[in-house]
Structure formats: structure tokens, C-alpha cells
């Protein structure tokens, strides 16, 4: 709420807003022209972030007082005494039947770069919105530093990606991957780097002194570029937010920072062989299931089942994630190239089929025609194993196929389930019919 998803969304929102309202084209194309220059307010950008992730805490936090919750701002350490929680400010201990560990994670930062939060900041400076800066380097490619070149581009900056892996967009289907380089980065002005290591990241003095960023060979090590740009937003990740926690002295180990689990979510005392630790839980990004919000919701959810002494256990498979770029990414489920390997190794055929935003009305009635929605099922059952969607409100439409996964649904039912015509849903129906052989159109 305060840190990630909901301010970043209200960064991408308005500035998603500027980029509609200066492509001068593509409104042409609906008979509208816009008289004059389109023009924003940086603080008034930023000030919509913060005032939405105010509310939404606002309104979290009056939820749980009217639930009966009592809430004390501090932070809390295990004390190794089993049932007791220390608040680490005042030093005041709690007791409690069950505890459940939720401190969430902060950003890594590679050894080698200085963070000065001005010129070269992580996720957490660059949610301030500060400044605009004409250059602006990306130093990782996945979702936190595809959203923030869409929110710096449509604002006017030039960006470059410093990526460590051979590929951009190394942790997404490499087909959805192909198709965002060509949608988000080619017609934009972006550049990339890969196969290189930012070694060296030294803030600058804005308008003064330029961010000097070293980087070198991801193999051999040696020095291959030195860039000089306005602004470094570092965007390689992050890591469970567990130190000085006292998990040590409750006979817990850690594995770079990360809390074992089990299904349960009962926490371990090590990830080889541990011994569940009574009454202790941990969920969210510490116990680096699936670094996601509703992930870690869910997984609350599913502790407390088990608290209340309902088995549960969460089906990270169903779990959806999203890219809010313009457009969308979103997916469930293993990537394609996952997904045959998991084919191989357990025995099983996999099938794909495809809908195409380009033959979807909707989408053409929105001049918003790429895009893709893949669907990877199990050949010899017909259920649903992952799907991958590119293209308008991908974000909203991938719950259907959440569910789809959740449930156990083949394509055989999905193919005779009826959809809103004219909708963007519709792009699914085109790719579940066609998994049996039948024609949408």
C-alpha cells in the first residue's frame, strides 16, 4: 500500500493519461484533436500517489479498528521465548497463542552502487517522483523496471535498461517478452543493455554532476561501457525484510534472508530437513513463495485457516500477476518454457492456443488492437496449466483464467462457456474454442 502497488499505480494511471493526450495520431484516428500542448504537473503526478496510498492505508486501518483489531506502530522481534513478541522501540512484550511473521521485503541493492535516493534510488525513491530526469537508466528489466519506463517515457525521459542476463525481460514468457520489446521498448525511446553488470553505480549533483554508471562483462568481468545519465533507478529486486528480527534466537535459520515454510505456512527451522517451529507462520514476500501482494493476502488467509484448524493450502499456480505497462501483461501459471519441461518430466502433452486482440471488436473499437492472449493447457486432460496475455486490460482479464487454473477447469468447458459480446474477454473465448478445435468467428 504504501511502498509499492498502489502508489505505482497512480504513477502509471496519470502519466498513462499525458502519453493518450499527446499521441496526436492516435486520437486523430477516434476525429478528436487536441488544441495546444498537453502539460502535466510533476507534484500534482506525485501528490496523486501518495494521497491514494494515504487513503488506502486510511482505509485499511479503519477496517481493522472496526473489526476489533488492536494495532500497535512499531516493530516487532521474536524474543526466543515461544509465544512472545517484543515491540524493538519501546521494548514492551506481547504474548499471543499464534504469531504470524509478515515483514514483507526491501529493495536489493547490488554491492557497487551508491543509493543517494536523489539521483540514484530504488523503487522506494522513485514512488516519490522527485524529479523527471532527461536520461534516466533502469539498472534490471523486470516488473518494477518495465512500469517505471513507461511512467518516465510518457513524462518525456529517455531511458536505458542495464540487464544482467542475456535476455530483457528475462523472467517473462520469451513470447509475451518478444512482443512487449516490440510494444514497449522499440516505439518508445528506450535502449538496452544485456549480458552486462552495473559494477559501479556514483550519484550526481542534479543539473550539475551526471550519475556515472560502470559496467562490465556478466562473464568475463571486464569493463566493457561507462554511461553518464541524469538519474539511476535501481530495479534489480527484492529481498526479505528479516534482519534483526530475532529469528535466530527462536532457532530459525534463514536462507539469504528467506523463512522457511511449509504448505501451512508454518514456519521451518530450516529449508533442508527443518522441524515446523509451534505457533510460529510466516507469509508474503519473506518466505519468497511469490513475491506478490494478494500472494501474501492469500497466504494470511491460509494461515489462519490453519490456526482455526481448517487444512488449507494455497495453490500458487492459480496466483496471477500483472504488468501494469500500456499495455498490460498479465499471466498465471508457468511460462511456455516451463511448462515443457514440466510436460517432459511428468509424462504429459501440452497443447497452446491463441486469441488475438487484433480480431477482437472491443479492442478495435478502443484503437487498441495488439496484443495476445495464449492459453497452455494439458492435452491428455484439457485443463488449463498457465496462460499469457499481452494487449488492453490484460490485468483484468487474466482472473478468469485464475480461476480456470484454481478450479480445474478444462478447455472443453471453457470453450462452451458463453462470453459478452462486444467485450475484451472475448479474446479468451477465441483461444479456448480454438484448443478444441473450434472457430470463434
Aim: glycine content about 10%; some cysteine; proline content about 4%.
Amino acid at each position: 500500500v504504501n511502498r509499492g502497488c498502489v502508489p505505482s499505480k497512480a504513477l502509471l494511471a496519470a502519466s498513462g493519461r499525458v502519453r493518450e493526450m499527446k499521441n496526436s495520431a492516435h486520437l486523430s484516428e477516434f476525429g478528436i484533436e487536441v488544441d495546444g500542448e498537453v502539460k502535466y504537473d510533476r507534484q500534482g503526478v506525485a501528490d496523486h500517489a501518495k494521497q491514494l496510498a494515504n487513503r488506502v492505508k486510511g482505509n485499511l486501518e479503519g477496517s481493522l479498528v472496526a473489526l476489533g483489531v488492536d494495532i500497535v506502530e512499531g516493530r516487532g522481534v521474536l524474543t526466543g521465548t515461544a509465544h512472545e513478541v517484543k515491540d524493538e522501540i519501546t521494548g514492551k512484550v506481547y504474548t499471543a497463542k499464534d504469531i504470524i511473521l509478515a515483514p514483507g521485503s526491501i529493495p536489493f541493492v547490488p554491492p557497487g552502487v551508491t543509493v543517494d535516493e536523489k539521483t540514484v534510488y530504488t523503487s522506494d525513491g522513485a514512488l516519490e517522483l522527485n524529479s523527471v530526469p532527461e536520461w534516466v537508466a533502469i539498472v534490471g528489466s523486470g516488473y518494477i523496471g518495465l512500469e517505471f519506463s513507461d511512467v518516465y517515457t510518457a513524462l518525456g525521459s529517455e531511458v536505458t535498461f542495464i540487464e544482467a542476463l542475456p535476455n530483457i525481460m528475462p523472467t517473462f514468457d520469451r513470447e509475451i517478452a518478444k512482443l512487449a520489446e516490440r510494444l514497449l521498448i522499440r516505439d518508445r525511446p528506450i535502449d538496452y543493455r544485456t549480458g552486462v553488470f552495473a559494477s559501479e553505480v556514483t550519484p550526481g549533483i542534479p543539473g550539475e554532476k551526471p550519475v556515472t554508471i560502470k559496467m562490465i562483462d556478466a562473464n568475463t568481468k571486464e569493463h566493457v561501457e561507462t554511461l553518464e545519465v541524469d538519474a539511476c533507478m535501481i530495479a534489480t529486486g527484492r529481498v526479505p525484510n528479516t534482519q534483526n528480527m530475532g529469528l535466530e534466537d527462536a532457532g530459525i535459520e534463514t536462507q539469504r534472508g528467506f523463512v522457511a515454510v511449509d504448505e501451512k505456512m508454518r514456519v521451518l527451522t530450516k529449508h533442508e530437513d527443518g522441524e515446523v517451529v509451534p505457533n510460529v507462520y510466516c507469509i508474503g514476500d519473506a518466505n519468497g513463495k511469490m513475491m506478490l501482494a494478494h500472494a501474501a493476502s492469500a497466504q494470511g488467509i491460509s494461515a489462519i485457516e490453519n490456526i482455526c484448524g481448517r487444512e488449507h493450502a494455497v495453490n500458487h499456480d492459480a496466483i496471477p500477476a500483472a504488468c501494469f505497462t500500456h499495455p498490460e501483461i498479465a499471466m498465471v501459471g508457468p511460462t511456455e518454457e516451463q511448462a515443457i519441461e514440466r510436460a517432459e518430466k511428468e509424462g504429459w502433452t501440452l497443447g497452446k492456443s491463441q486469441g488475438s486482440f487484433r480480431a477482437n471488436s472491443k479492442a478495435l473499437a478502443e484503437l487498441e488492437g495488439n496484443g495476445i492472449a495464449k492459453v497452455l493447457y494439458n492435452k491428455d486432460t484439457g485443463k488449463v496449466v498457465a496462460v499469457h496475455i499481452m494487449g488492453i486490460h490484460a490485468a483484468d482479464l487474466i482472473q478468469e483464467c485464475a480461476n480456470a487454473v484454481a478450479a480445474g477447469t478444462t478447455v472443453q468447458e471453457l470453450s462452451m462457456m458463453v462470453h459478452t459480446h462486444p467485450t475484451l474477454c472475448e479474446v479468451l473465448d477465441e483461444a479456448f474454442k480454438g484448443a478444441v478445435g473450434m472457430s470463434a468467428h
